[in-house]
């Protein structure tokens, strides 16, 4: 490149409007991510637009909106699915750029949904699907100087009305809040058209990065790193290669990978390599001695190794492709056994007992989720001992940096594909769209060592068996649809992954066999345990259960009040009002919840109390399933909680608020996910007393304390015991009866502590009681705290005269973080408790409330 077009380039990165990115490599990319603006289609006046983005974002951004979270709101926005809506940008390419690379390639990552692109007023694609990438060579369509990019977007509802007419069959998305269920013919988020937690805002957009690569012919699509071997302190990896040449010509070049960990060179090969025309596959094996294995949370470091691949052409870098990946092991094991079928992932050789939840979209809008929001989510899961995360089949496939990240963090990802609670078409066009977003997402996701498993489809063949669709739909069409189903999950999408990625499994739905409402299947594989909740079971009915995997199971709350108060009016803020009555998607939720209340605590005196006791309530619950689920193992080898995160501020089984604020639900379940713990059972009138340890490596001589208090510290009656503590297992330690523990004083009047010492140093310190809440007679407690401010936020140092059941810190701040929350606190105990957010005011300061579950009673 002579020093003429080198100055010229220089000038206008400075310059021009767009982004430009000069690469090590030959190539040149203009991120096309300014200057848009968009229209109703077929009205003259037109409005700044936001790319990447959505429609329902430009509106409200142009105030052409009501803020659909508020009240009722969600019924004032709907129109916009409606329409039809065209987007429009210009950009200048210089001479010097156009003339100095033959081919231009138009990347858009991601459309929403059903788009006509055209290119100075000639087409270039016509797109159908929301979780591809669409690419196109168009050199030929461009022009020095001006050039203009116009999107036009056709209604999803519209655009699939002639593939309803032609069917007929209105599927059973019932999530999907209109008539008929279009939703199941779009290749497009389901959760966007209503779900039992979420509002509905079908709209549409560019909702990921757009880009012009300007480069000279030869591209490397693809790589996938994977790991062959490990054995003798070696690994052998291969790389399998996908590199396109769009010339006319073979084109000489060089092909050259690097590996290297923590900066470090630990293996490099090349080859020369001639590239026919059109697409060339090429594979390269390298092999790395004394590997650093990956290992999930809690087994110690992820590690992660960089790869680079260059094509390189007489001494210049045509192409190059750089990512992570990861060795270890990952084997699915789901055989039959003497009680049905297991369900459990080996990693690294040792049996995983899979701790974690279930992952629905961070938004409505998708393109309002930011690089921290992603942050703050895995941060929190490795923070509470989770070690997976099931991508669940009714919103996207996620964003890179989410695998990234769980790359980083140990986190193993179960990937449904976007299918969810309906049936779906099974036409050529429909499996052939499928088909390409399989293939391009498998390709897109496999060198992420995080990835563990692929699943088809998220209750779909339970819906086939146990819904009643066989009722809703002549016979015929109902065997047409399970036709289809066997061909889209049974074939295309296991023939997929087979193809594109052949040493992970897949399996075609969860659950497959197990039901929550019949018992003799229960031990098959994965089962949605929704006995509690739609089942009306108590938490304690898990304990007679033999589950195998829990990849579902939850219990629904309201968010904080002051999550309530950015939707709910003064007015609006009791359970029966018509705004809580409009958030409350699911139809039995609200009295599910008095009904569970009414088990376990007294009745609150009013909705505050409600929405506190909810809390309560719910972590509670769950926390008690995920200690039976772990107590179970070998027999129960997976514990995933519905649901982690929330798309709007809803009403839901969410551990954490959409405004990130955490409910009790999370830190419940972090502890009930420690590494190392006691769980003790009561069993008739006995107590049994477990240990769950996931640690690799066994406890000699541990010491285990169990201790009897009453509310005001007095120690009632110790057991001291010196146990060898198994590694990766659950090990009864030792049965008690319960009348001999308590030694003639009441269960409502004492708590009993349990500790785990070993070498000095306590590994595990908790507590539990032996009634329900609203059985125990508690005390009123004197709280002191002491505010200090740091840098971070605040740091809140809390004792009490007497046990402080269920220790409720609120500060105003929305999203602020903190070290721990609705805890018990006991008398002696220094409970110190940080509180981050750089939006902690001093107003948020004074405001500080703390409450704990006596303040919710009747004046005694």
């Known amino acids: 490149m002579n020093n003429r077009i080198v100055l010229s380039l220089l000038f206008l990165l400075l310059s021009m409007p767009f982004t430009f990115s000069f690469n090590t490599t030959d190539t040149y990319v203009m991120k096309l991510d300014r200057d848009w603006s968009f229209a109703q289609t077929g009205d003259t006046r037109s409005y700044p637009a936001t790319v990447p983005g959505t429609i329902h974002a430009d509106l409200l951004h142009n105030g052409l909106l009501d803020d659909p979270f508020y009240g009722k709101n969600e019924e004032k926005v709907q129109w916009v699915e409606e329409k039809d809506w065209c987007y429009t940008t210009s950009f200048t390419i210089e001479p010097e750029v156009y003339a100095r690379f033959p081919y231009a390639r138009l990347i858009f990552e991601g459309f929403d949904t059903f788009a006509q692109v055209l290119l100075n007023g000639k087409p270039v694609m016509q797109t159908n699907n929301m979780f591809v990438a669409w690419e196109k060579e168009v050199k030929e369509l461009m022009v020095p100087g001006e050039n203009t990019l116009t999107v036009l977007f056709t209604s999803p509802l519209k655009a699939v ?51 012009l690569l300007f480069h000279n012919g030869c591209r490397i699509d693809d790589a996938f790193t994977r790991t062959i071997r490990i054995d003798n302190d070696r690994a052998s990896l291969t790389t399998d290669l996908l590199v396109a040449n769009e010339t006319d010509s073979p084109v000489a070049t060089e092909l050259l990978i690097s590996i290297t960990h ?7 090969t090349s080859r020369p390599c001639t590239l026919q025309p059109g697409e060339n596959r090429v594979t390269l094996p390298t092999e790395i001695g004394h590997p650093k294995l990956w290992q999930p949370n809690g087994w110690g470091e992820a ?106 963090y140990g986190i193993l990802v179960w990937q449904d594909f976007m299918f969810a609670c309906s049936a779906y078409p099974g036409d050529p066009a429909f499996l052939d769209n499928v088909a390409h977003e399989a293939r391009y997402n498998i390709e897109r996701l496999r060198n992420h060592p995080s990835l563990a498993l692929w699943c088809g489809n998220n209750e779909i063949h339970e819906g086939f068996k146990y819904w009643g669709w066989n009722r809703r739909y002549p016979a015929k069409t109902f ?36 039901n929550w409402g019949r018992p003799a299947t229960q031990t098959q594989g994965d089962i949605h345990y929704w006995g509690i909740w739609y089942g009306e079971e108590m938490f304690d009915a898990m304990d007679t259960l033999q589950l195998r995997f829990v990849s579902e199971f939850g219990f629904e709350s309201f968010p904080e009040m002051k999550t309530l108060r950015t939707f709910a009016g003064p007015a609006d803020l009791s359970i029966d009002s018509d705004v809580m009555t409009h958030r409350q998607k699911s139809s039995i939720g609200n009295d599910l919840i008095k009904t569970y209340m009414q088990n376990y605590y007294r009745m609150p005196r009013n909705f505050d109390d409600f929405v506190y006791l909810g809390l309560l309530l719910q972590g509670h619950g769950i926390a008690y399933g995920i200690e039976t689920n772990r107590r179970q193992r070998p027999v129960c080898m997976g514990s995933l909680y519905w649901q982690l995160n929330d798309s709007w501020p809803a009403i839901s089984w969410s551990a954490i608020d959409y405004y990130k604020n955490k409910k009790a639900l999370y830190y419940h379940a972090r502890d009930a996910f420690a590494p190392l713990m006691l769980s003790p059972c009561i069993q008739g009138d006995s107590l049994a007393i477990y240990v769950l340890s996931d640690r690799l ?113 609120e500060i105003p701040t929305q999203g602020a973080d903190f070290s721990d929350n609705f805890f018990d606190l006991l008398p002696g105990e220094h409970k110190v408790v940080s509180i981050t957010s750089p939006h902690i005011t001093p107003d948020d300061i004074a405001r500080i409330r703390i409450r704990t579950l006596t303040d919710t009673y009747e004046e005694e």
């Open 161 to 211: 009305v002639p593939l309803y007419e032609q069917t007929g069959i209105d599927y059973p998305a019932d999530n999907d809040r209109s008539t008929p269920h279009l939703s199941a013919y779009a290749r497009k988020a389901p959760y966007h058209y209503g779900w039992d937690w979420g509002i509905r805002m079908v709209g549409c957009g560019i909702w990921r990065p757009v880009q």
């Open 303 to 408: 590690h992660l190794y960089d790869v680079e691949v260059s094509l390189i052409k007489e001494g210049v870098y045509w192409a190059q492709r750089r990512y992570q990946t990861g060795i270890r092991t990952i084997e699915f094991v789901n055989e039959r056994d003497e009680l049905g079928r297991n369900f459990y992932f080996r990693v690294n050789g040792q049996p995983l007992f899979a701790k974690g939840t279930n992952y629905i979209p961070q938004d409505i809008i998708l393109s309002r989720v930011t690089p921290d929001d992603y942050e703050r989510l895995f941060r929190a899961m490795k923070e509470s001992h989770m070690n997976m995360v099931r991508v669940w089949g009714g919103g996207v496939y996620e964003d890179d940096l989410f695998y990234r990240l769980a790359d980083r």
């Open 262 to 268: 923590e900066e470090k060179v630990v293996a490099q």
């Open 479 to 514: 065997e047409q649809m399970q036709h289809d189903y066997d061909t889209l999950f049974r074939h295309t999408l296991a023939e997929c992954v087979r193809k594109y990625d052949p040493q992970r499994s897949y399996i075609h739905t969860s659950p497959d066999s197990a």
């Open 697 to 809: 490596d066994p406890l000699d001589q541990a010491q285990i304390i169990v201790g009897i208090d009453d509310f005001y510290g007095t120690r009632l009656k110790t057991i001291d015991l010196i146990r060898t503590i198994q590694p990766n297992s659950s090990q009864k330690l030792i049965t008690l009866a319960l009348a001999d523990l308590l030694d003639n004083h009441r269960a409502g009047e004492v708590v009993m502590t349990l500790q785990i010492c070993h070498d000095g140093k306590t590994l595990f310190d908790g507590h539990k009681f032996l009634t329900v809440p609203k059985e125990l007679v508690l005390p009123h407690p004197h709280l002191k705290k002491a505010i200090e401010t740091t840098p971070q936020g605040i740091v809140l140092t809390l004792t009490t005269d007497c046990l402080a059941k269920d220790v409720f810190i």
